[in-house]
């Protein structure tokens, strides 16, 4: 079984939209976990009134805000599946998303996969490119830069334990993804687009200062660089996100 993580804050525009892309799924063996992050509006009782026709769904509520970090690792904490994946709030999957990274794990015999994917806009259109995944990652290039699309990740527990995310406000998909990579040393992505990515206004992704700060974070607070490391793989990072990540970025056939 598949164990789907699904933070929420404040994602009423959003939310039944995603859900909707997990239950009509092709490969029906998974469970949605949804973690309010202590929405202030209609989001809960959105999930609520969809769970009254969906058993395979549940809903945990947070007590106050503490970050989508904080979220995820109470999905994490909760999850009966073999398998964990993430899908955010306001992000899609389209259908075959789980049926293709399932046969593609085990028949590579892999402890993390993860895809290509598409980019939409707020209201939900297409935009003209897409991100191409990287069909071998390791541990020492994800240091460099982000290369999982979170929204495609996978990791079979199985193989790796339960690995959570450290409690950093942004950045911490990435986080864990490197904790994953450091424990299994290399990952396979599938070339084919399986989800897609909304951009939303004032996103991390959308906001250049507001990345390096919370980049340089992961690399002094997560990973106990000191001053002088933590500078030098931020130049790296600024090379590779700005120059080498850009040729991901591609049309992709939808």
């Known amino acids: ?85 993430f899908l955010d709030a306001d992000d899609l999957w389209l259908p075959e998303k789980l049926e293709v990274q399932m046969k593609f794990m085990k028949e590579n015999q892999l402890a993390m996969s993860f895809s290509s994917y598409h980019l939409i806009s707020e209201n939900g259109a297409y935009l003209s490119k897409g991100i191409r995944a990287l069909p071998k990652l390791s541990y020492k290039k994800l240091l460099k830069a982000n290369y999982v699309g979170n929204l495609t990740g996978m990791y079979d527990v199985s193989k790796t334990g339960k690995i959570y995310s450290p409690l950093l406000r942004k950045r911490q998909d990435w986080a864990l993804w490197l904790s994953v990579l450091k424990k299994v040393k290399n990952a396979k992505g599938i070339q084919q687009p399986l989800a897609c990515y909304r951009i939303r206004k004032n996103g991390i992704s959308t906001n250049k200062w507001a990345l390096i700060k919370y980049n340089y974070r992961v690399y002094s607070r997560f990973l106990d660089f000191g001053i002088l490391k933590s500078s030098g793989y931020m130049v790296l990072f600024l090379w590779e996100h700005f120059v080498v990540k850009t040729k991901q970025k591609k049309k992709l056939d939808q």
Do not use: H
């Not at 789907?4 to 092709?26: C, G, H, L």
């Not at 949605?32 to 395979?56: A, G, H, R, W, Y």
């Not at 947070?62 to 989508?68: A, D, P, Q, V």
């Open 1 to 85: 079984m598949v164990s789907v993580i699904m933070p929420a804050y404040n994602a009423a525009d959003y939310i039944s939209e995603a859900i909707a892309s997990v239950q009509n799924q092709t490969y029906k063996n998974w469970e949605l976990i949804v973690i309010d992050d202590f929405s202030t509006d209609e989001t809960c009782s959105i999930v609520e009134n969809i769970i009254k026709q969906e058993p395979k769904i549940q809903l945990l509520k947070s007590l106050k805000n503490e970050g989508t970090g904080a979220a995820r690792n109470k999905g994490i904490a909760a999850a009966n599946g073999d398998f964990i994946a």
